[in-house]
């Protein structure tokens, strides 16, 4: 018997939040393509900004939990 | 108690309804995907954002990374549930990833095509063994009305189609996309796994993968080369620098 990891339901909210912004941004930018360059520029640099936080990968700044992140580690 | 292939749910195995070999593989599988769904972007993010050619080709790069990361997303929440906590893949280092394939770095726009183009049909392959697999939640992520085999889809059309207007430049153009081919050709073919292994007849023996390691790679290499050719490009020696055969 087993429990869901602590860590299960923030990082999968974050991870949600983030995608859904990404998304938002790409469409953005695609109609900038369009209409207003400048848009573009912008929403590619919130491409990266978004995405830059992923790849650090700097979990226990992302979410709190009681046990903290990452203690029950499958490798 | 359900058989080896029955289909099991959260609750079956929180109740000891399965086999704790079959958790170990399940839980490992899941660890491997959500590596492998994280991976790709860690290979590209910070070069193909800012350098693709186009514009459209950098919002391309960003929304293709969100479906990644969402992709790990649910990988990760059935690992969750099931006791494992694969936060740590998003940090780790490239070179310890759990695939050779991503474990460097990205740096031309050629390799991004190529990489979309074969090894993200890879990913399609691995994918497909958890179509109707014996872990409910994991078929459900690939399965009608998941979005993700239709994502990876698009992925692999986009780089089919740049690797092919590549290499229909001809000239050194052509080269620098044939030597990508030559590069992802062999690391795609090694990602299948060796013809030997014992874990995948186990994976077999439960029901978490259909096909034997050596089959999904006839079947790849059957659906890749006639691609390759079409491209004006030579296949690859399908033998040469593999780690796994």
Redesign the interface.
């Known amino acids: 018997m087993f429990d869901a990891t602590p860590i299960r339901e923030p990082l999968d909210e974050f991870l949600r939040e983030v995608v859904r912004a990404l998304h938002a941004a790409v469409n953005r930018g695609i109609q900038g393509l369009r209409s207003d360059p400048a848009e573009t520029d912008k929403t590619l640099a919130d491409c990266k900004e978004l995405l830059d936080v992923v790849m650090a990968g700097h979990v226990s700044e992302w979410i709190a939990t009681d046990e903290g992140p990452a203690k029950q580690a499958y490798r | 108690m359900p058989g080896a292939t029955d289909q099991f749910d959260l609750k079956d195995v929180?109740?000891?309804k399965a086999d704790p070999e079959y958790v170990d593989l399940l839980?490992?599988v899941l660890?491997i995907q959500s590596d492998c769904e994280i991976g790709g972007?860690?290979l590209y993010?910070?070069t193909m954002?800012?350098e693709a050619p186009l514009?459209?080709d950098?919002?391309v790069v960003?929304?293709t990374?969100?479906?990644e990361?969402?992709h790990?997303?649910k990988f990760?929440?059935i690992?969750?549930?099931?006791?494992?906590?694969?936060?740590?893949i998003?940090?780790?280092n490239n070179p310890e990833r759990y695939l050779e394939a991503f474990r460097g770095t990205i740096t031309t726009w050629e390799d991004f095509a190529v990489f979309g183009f074969l090894i993200d049909r890879v990913g399609r392959y691995q994918l497909e063994e958890f179509m109707g697999c014996s872990y409910a939640p994991l078929a459900a992520v690939v399965e009608h009305p998941s979005r993700v085999m239709d994502e990876e889809a698009g992925h692999i059309d986009y780089g089919t189609t740049r690797t092919a207007e590549l290499a229909a430049m001809g000239g050194e153009q052509r080269e620098r996309i044939q030597r990508s081919v030559d590069f992802w050709y062999v690391t795609g073919l090694d990602m299948f796994g060796s013809a030997t292994s014992k874990r995948a007849e186990r994976y077999r023996h439960y029901g978490l993968k259909r096909r034997t390691n050596e089959e999904a790679r006839r079947q790849y290499i059957a659906e890749v080369d006639p691609l390759i050719r079409q491209m004006g490009l030579v296949v690859p020696d399908p033998n040469k620098g593999r780690k796994f055969v």
Request: cysteine-free; overall charge positive.
């Open positions: 929180r109740a000891g839980r490992r660890a972007p860690h993010v910070d954002l800012p514009k459209m950098r919002l960003a929304r990374s969100a479906e990361i969402d790990f997303r990760a929440a690992g969750g549930d099931l006791g494992v906590d694969v936060s740590y998003l940090s780790r």
